[in-house]
């Protein structure tokens, strides 16, 4: 069972939301949990023992902005998984939130087929990160949760896997063999680099920061398309 979050003041449009996704996941045959909070106090204090995989947030909400939440989950508790998908009357955010790392943005009054087209993005999101990659090493085939993965790099003739949990793997491979074979969240930033957009906490026009805090750079060749990857994945827009 999915457990879904909405924190906004305005209660009509909780309702209207919280009836949104309820439908959502009955046309799946499928069901869900939903969790409403009217402030960003009762989020806060419910947080630790209610964590939705997807939650709503909105950004003008009456004692703090949606942004200082974001913070809270990502650097307070630590969260990087939990998609947040930004909702607001207004339409000038986008690119203010991404230190957030948003999934998605989704203006007031909602649409019907855009909360839906934004919740099936996300749940293959999910599937994908669940999925593997497989590598052989010594004539052994091997895998990696995609999920599992923050990035990619070179070194001679080998690539190396670094994971979250601090582990590296490696085996005897190129990097140009399996670019166009990962999923859409892996972007290619140089030729010794491969990273996992999911895990990336800031990045600028010639770098990139990872959540193990490693900095990475983009080699100037690649600045154009990595912009346009990151702009296409920070708001949603899955291939």
Not at 15 to 38: A, H, P, Y
Not at 89 to 108: C, G, R, S, W
Not at 153 to 167: A, F, Q, T, W, Y
Not at 227 to 239: A, D, F, H, N, T
């Amino acid at each position: 069972m999915y457990k879904i979050g909405i924190c906004d003041d305005e209660k009509k449009m909780c309702t209207d939301l919280e009836n949104m996704i309820d439908s959502f996941f009955k046309k799946r045959g499928e069901s869900c949990e939903i969790q409403v909070w009217n402030s960003s106090e009762s989020l806060r204090n419910d947080m630790p023992k209610f964590r939705p995989e997807i939650l709503f947030l909105d950004i003008e909400l009456p004692t703090e902005n949606g942004v200082s939440v974001g913070k809270f989950i990502r650097e307070d508790l630590g969260d990087e998984a939990m998609n947040i998908v930004f909702i607001s009357h207004k339409t000038n955010y986008a690119m203010e939130l991404f230190q957030i790392h948003p999934y998605d943005f989704l203006v007031k009054p909602f649409q019907e087929d855009l909360v839906y087209a934004t919740i099936s993005k996300i749940l293959k999101l999910e599937e994908i990160q669940n999925k593997e990659f497989r590598y052989t090493y010594n004539r052994t085939e091997y895998s990696v949760p995609y999920g599992d993965v923050l990035y990619f790099s070179s070194r001679n003739k080998l690539v190396l896997i670094h994971k979250c949990d601090g582990e590296v793997i490696s085996y005897y491979g190129k990097l140009k063999d399996i670019s166009d074979k990962l999923p859409f969240q892996f972007a290619c930033i140089s030729k010794s680099y491969i990273i996992n957009m999911k895990h990336i906490t800031s990045w600028k026009y010639d770098s990139v920061s990872i959540e193990d805090g490693t900095r990475l750079p983009i080699a100037q060749s690649q600045r154009n398309e990595f912009k346009k990857l990151m702009y296409s994945y920070s708001i949603g827009e899955v291939k």
